[in-house]
């Protein structure tokens, strides 16, 4: 029997924010459909990635943000669309 990698729970979505989950999904720590945590997600959470210390959050891509003015958030490399959207 196949082992099934974890779903992320919606309150761990809640927790993390939009932008962490956006950076989990581009680097593969989180897989797109159904949200699913991967093993090197996994590993990055328990290495405290996601985690929030007051105002700051521990990101994959940490100092590279550019925030957007609609709300959103910007990184080198970031895809902008799901594959097969």
Known sequence: MSRREPRVLEEEEAYLGPVAV?????????????????????????????RWTGTQQKLVYGNGITELPNGAAHWPGR???????
Do not use: E
């Open 22 to 50: 956006a950076q989990f999904i581009d680097s593969h720590w989180i897989s797109a459909w159904p949200m699913t945590w991967t093993a090197r997600g996994l590993v990055g959470i328990r290495n405290g990635f996601g």
């Open 79 to 85: 895809r902008t669309q799901l594959p097969g959207t």
